[in-house]
């Protein structure tokens, strides 16, 4: 995988094809990301309303992503 700022650098290309790839590559890794916090904050015993907080969403929507997952 790129560097992150070789992905940051793409993402703002003036090429649309390169720009859009770079996009498509930073949201896979901010989901592989969030999915990993998300296993460790429930390892620690964090509450699902306490993580939907954290990220901004409903506790109902991070439990529908992630519950049966976790």
Request: net charge positive; hydrophobic share 45%.
């Amino acid at each position: 995988m790129a560097s992150e700022q070789t992905l940051v650098a793409s993402a703002a290309s003036d090429d649309p094809q390169q720009g859009l790839r770079a996009v498509r590559a930073l949201r896979e890794l901010a989901d592989r990301l969030e999915t990993l916090q998300v296993e460790r904050a429930r390892s620690l015993g964090w509450s699902w309303e306490r993580i939907a907080d954290a990220l901004g969403v409903s506790k109902q929507a991070v439990h529908k992503k992630f519950g049966r997952r976790i």
